[in-house]
């Protein structure tokens, strides 16, 4: 079951802020999010486990809302660097099953 | 600190050719994956291991074999090359440790089939 991501593409100007959502029709145990570079593997930012707990590396945050089963990328104050797809990946159960990963979102920060 | 690696990096095959890719990881995770990756899209599953020894198909397995018989490797074989597999293949692991679940990929490998 593929999470659903919101929006499909951004586009904003350096220093503005954006919101990447992340679905699942199913009750999910945790949210990874990863950024990817064109031509490069996907790199980790942070996991969310249920519980609600909100997490943060540098400008970026994320949160997890387990009754809606939805998860949210918050960028702050958008740097050049931050341009690249952003990915969530879900998990159901701590199972050792592969995260399922949501089609991405492409976010382009410009000048 | 080599993490995840793959090879090759690139490869062109023909159609009915057949290719092993290679994937190690030098962390001693339990869990390993196989994704291939198609322009604009998300990471589908191929197969996956949650040991040495253990192996199971995941979300798009048709075309492909794997095998597990180390902790540290997992290769993915393509039998019969067809266009269709054209793509960009990741290998991924983790350690299934609640405290440190992260999930690593390596460089990837890019195939086309031609």
């Known amino acids: 079951q593929q999470p659903v991501q919101s929006p499909q593409a951004v586009i904003l100007r350096e220093g503005e802020d954006a919101v990447i959502n992340c679905s699942s029709s199913k009750a999910l145990y945790s949210v990874h999010w990863y950024r990817q570079k064109h031509g490069e593997a996907p790199v980790f930012l942070m996991i969310l486990l249920k519980g609600g707990e909100q997490k943060g590396h540098d400008k970026i945050s994320a949160s997890f809302n387990e009754k809606k089963q939805q998860s949210s990328l918050y960028l702050t104050a958008s740097q050049l660097s931050y341009s690249g797809t952003y990915f969530c990946?879900?998990?159901?159960?701590?199972?050792?099953?592969?995260?399922?990963f949501g089609k991405g979102t492409s976010l382009l920060v410009t000048p | 600190n080599a993490g995840v690696t793959q090879t090759p990096k690139f490869r062109i095959l023909k159609i009915g050719q057949s290719m092993t890719l290679q994937c190690a990881q030098d962390?001693?995770?339990?869990?390993m994956y196989w994704y291939r990756q198609d322009p604009g899209m998300g990471l589908k599953l191929i197969y996956y291991s949650v040991g040495a020894g253990i192996t199971d198909k995941g979300e798009v397995p048709n075309g492909y074999n794997v095998s597990r018989s180390t902790t540290e490797d997992f290769p993915l074989r393509l039998e019969l090359a067809a266009p269709s597999q054209t793509s960009v293949y990741f290998c991924?692991?983790?350690?299934?440790?609640?405290?440190?679940?992260?999930?690593?990929f390596g460089a990837g490998t890019r195939l086309s089939v031609l």
């Open positions: 991924a692991s983790r350690s299934g440790n609640l405290a440190k679940n992260i999930q690593y």
């Open positions: 962390m001693n995770h339990n869990y």
């Open positions: 990946g879900t998990e159901l159960s701590n199972s050792g099953y592969a995260l399922n």
